[in-house]
C-alpha cells in the first residue's frame, strides 16, 4: 500500500500552500469509512462544515488551530468547529461527537484518545459524517485517513536521542498521559526497538490521564524510589516541562537527563540551558491544515486525496542545543510570539 509523506520543516505563518507529498510504500491497511455521500457538496467551491477535536487542552493544539486557519482563510467556505476538550476522556470525546454531529458537521478530524475503547465511537460517527484521525490514530476503525505523525519513527528518534543522553546506559522511566493512546503505545514501540541491545534498562511507564499536577508528582516520585535513575522520558507534550520542574525541585538538573516530545515553551527553554537533552518535536501546524483541506476535497467528491494506505505521515525532528534557535524563531511566527 502507498503512504503520503511530505518533508519536515516547521512552517511559518506566511507559507503559500500545501507541500506536494510523495508515496512510499507501506503495508498498513484500515477499513474504508462509509461517510456521508448524501451531504456531499457538489462541486469545488460548495459550503462544507467540519469538526477538529483534540485529546485535551494543550499549546501544541494553539498550532493545530493556526493550520485550519490557514485552510479556511485560504477557502472561506470552509467552515471548522474546533473543539479543544478539558482532558480528551472518551465519554468527553463522545460528547463532542454528538455534538458535532447534532450540528450537521459533515467531516470531523479527532485525536482519538484510547483507540480500542472507541472503536464502537469512531464507527457509529463514521455512518453519519466523514471521519479523519488526526495525532493519535484509530486503525482498526472506520476512519477514513489518519494524519499526523508516525509514532513509532518518531519514538525510534527519541531512542536513540536516550543512548547519546546515557551513553552508558541506566535505569530510565517513561511518562505519559494515557497508555492506551495509539500515541503512545506506538511511541513507547519505537523507543523499545531502538534500545533493543542497549545498556538501557525501562523500569516502567507512568501515566497521569491528563492531570498536570499528578504529571509532576509521578516524576517526583520516580525519583525519591530510584536514586540511581539516569534518564526520564516525557511521551506526550506537557510531560516535558513536569520532568524538568520535578528535577529542578530535586536538586538533579544535569544529574539526571531527560528526553521528551513537542515544542512546549518550558521544554524549549530547557534545551536552550541544558537542562533537557532533547525533544522530538512534530508539526500540529500541518495537522490541521491538511487534515481540514483533505476533508473538504474529500467531501466535495475528490477522494483521491486519501493515499490508499489511508494514511498521511508528517515526519517529526529531533530539536537539540545545536538547532534550537532557528527551530524557536520559527515556532514564534508561527504562533504570533515573534
Same mark, same amino acid.
Request: proline fraction near 4%.
Given at each position: 500500500m502507498m503512504?503520503? @509523506?511530505v518533508?519536515?520543516?516547521l512552517?511559518?505563518?506566511?507559507?503559500?500552500?500545501l507541500? !506536494?507529498?510523495?508515496?512510499?510504500?507501506?503495508?498498513?491497511? %484500515?477499513s474504508?469509512s %462509509?461517510?456521508?455521500?448524501?451531504?456531499?457538496?457538489?462541486?469545488a467551491?460548495?459550503p =462544507?462544515k467540519? !469538526?477538529f #477535536?483534540?485529546n485535551?487542552?494543550d499549546?501544541?493544539?494553539?498550532?493545530?488551530? &493556526?493550520?485550519i486557519?490557514k485552510?479556511t482563510?485560504?477557502?472561506?467556505a470552509?467552515s471548522?468547529d474546533? @473543539?479543544?476538550i478539558?482532558?480528551?476522556?472518551p465519554?468527553?470525546? /463522545?460528547?463532542?461527537?454528538?455534538?458535532?454531529?447534532v450540528?450537521?458537521?459533515?467531516?470531523?478530524?479527532?485525536?482519538? /484518545?484510547?483507540?480500542?475503547?472507541?472503536?464502537? +465511537? =469512531?464507527?457509529?460517527?463514521? /455512518?453519519?459524517?466523514?471521519?479523519f484521525?488526526?495525532?493519535s490514530?484509530?486503525?482498526?476503525?472506520?476512519?477514513?485517513?489518519?494524519v499526523g505523525?508516525?509514532n513509532v519513527?518518531?519514538?525510534k528518534?527519541?531512542?536513540?536521542?536516550?543512548k547519546?543522553?546515557?551513553?552508558?546506559?541506566? &535505569?530510565? +522511566?517513561?511518562?505519559?498521559?494515557?497508555k492506551?493512546?495509539?500515541?503512545?503505545?506506538e511511541?513507547?514501540?519505537?523507543?523499545? *526497538? !531502538?534500545?533493543?541491545?542497549?545498556?538501557v534498562q525501562?523500569?516502567?511507564?507512568?501515566?497521569?490521564?491528563?492531570?498536570?499536577?499528578?504529571?509532576?508528582s509521578? =516524576?517526583?516520585?520516580?525519583?525519591?524510589?530510584?536514586?540511581? #535513575?539516569?534518564c526520564?522520558?516525557g511521551l506526550?507534550s506537557?510531560?516535558?516541562?513536569?520532568?524538568?520542574n520535578?528535577?529542578k525541585?530535586?536538586g538533579?538538573i544535569?544529574? #539526571?537527563? #531527560? =528526553?521528551?516530545f513537542?515544542?512546549? *515553551? *518550558?521544554?524549549l527553554?530547557g534545551?536552550k540551558?541544558?537542562s533537557?537533552s532533547?525533544?522530538?518535536v512534530?508539526?500540529?501546524? *500541518?495537522?490541521?491544515?491538511? !487534515?481540514?483541506? +483533505?476533508m473538504a476535497?474529500?467531501?466535495r467528491g475528490? &477522494?483521491?486525496?486519501?493515499?490508499?494506505a489511508?494514511q498521511?505521515f508528517?515526519?517529526t525532528?529531533?530539536?537539540?542545543k545545536?538547532n534550537?534557535?532557528?527551530?524557536?524563531?520559527?515556532?514564534k511566527?508561527?504562533?504570533?510570539?515573534a
Amino acid at each position: 500500500m502507498m503512504t503520503r @509523506r511530505v518533508p519536515f520543516q516547521l512552517l511559518a505563518v506566511g507559507i503559500a500552500a500545501l507541500l !506536494a507529498v510523495g508515496c512510499s510504500q507501506d503495508s498498513s491497511s %484500515t477499513s474504508t469509512s %462509509t461517510g456521508t455521500d448524501s451531504t456531499k457538496p457538489k462541486d469545488a467551491k460548495a459550503p =462544507v462544515k467540519l !469538526a477538529f #477535536i483534540t485529546n485535551g487542552t494543550d499549546p501544541f493544539w494553539t498550532i493545530a488551530k &493556526k493550520g485550519i486557519d490557514k485552510e479556511t482563510t485560504e477557502d472561506p467556505a470552509v467552515s471548522v468547529d474546533f @473543539r479543544e476538550i478539558a482532558t480528551g476522556t472518551p465519554a468527553e470525546q /463522545k460528547q463532542a461527537l454528538d455534538d458535532c454531529l447534532v450540528n450537521n458537521v459533515q467531516g470531523i478530524a479527532i485525536s482519538v /484518545k484510547t483507540p480500542a475503547e472507541q472503536v464502537d +465511537m =469512531v464507527n457509529a460517527a463514521a /455512518k453519519k459524517a466523514l471521519i479523519f484521525t488526526q495525532d493519535s490514530d484509530a486503525p482498526n476503525t472506520d476512519r477514513t485517513c489518519y494524519v499526523g505523525t508516525n509514532n513509532v519513527d518518531a519514538g525510534k528518534q527519541a531512542g536513540e536521542e536516550i543512548k547519546k543522553a546515557i551513553p552508558a546506559g541506566g &535505569k530510565i +522511566m517513561l511518562f505519559v498521559g494515557s497508555k492506551d493512546a495509539g500515541n503512545a503505545k506506538e511511541r513507547y514501540q519505537g523507543i523499545q *526497538e !531502538a534500545l533493543k541491545g542497549s545498556k538501557v534498562q525501562i523500569l516502567d511507564v507512568r501515566t497521569d490521564d491528563g492531570d498536570r499536577g499528578r504529571a509532576k508528582s509521578n =516524576v517526583s516520585d520516580t525519583i525519591v524510589a530510584n536514586p540511581d #535513575i539516569a534518564c526520564l522520558v516525557g511521551l506526550w507534550s506537557y510531560n516535558g516541562p513536569a520532568i524538568l520542574n520535578a528535577v529542578k525541585d530535586a536538586g538533579k538538573i544535569g544529574k #539526571i537527563k #531527560i =528526553v521528551t516530545f513537542d515544542e512546549a *515553551e *518550558e521544554t524549549l527553554g530547557g534545551i536552550k540551558d541544558g537542562s533537557i537533552s532533547a525533544t522530538v518535536v512534530q508539526q500540529p501546524f *500541518e495537522f490541521g491544515y491538511q !487534515a481540514t483541506k +483533505m476533508m473538504a476535497d474529500y467531501l466535495r467528491g475528490n &477522494k483521491s486525496v486519501v493515499p490508499a494506505a489511508k494514511q498521511v505521515f508528517v515526519p517529526t525532528k529531533v530539536i537539540t542545543k545545536d538547532n534550537l534557535d532557528e527551530f524557536w524563531t520559527n515556532l514564534k511566527k508561527l504562533t504570533g510570539k515573534a
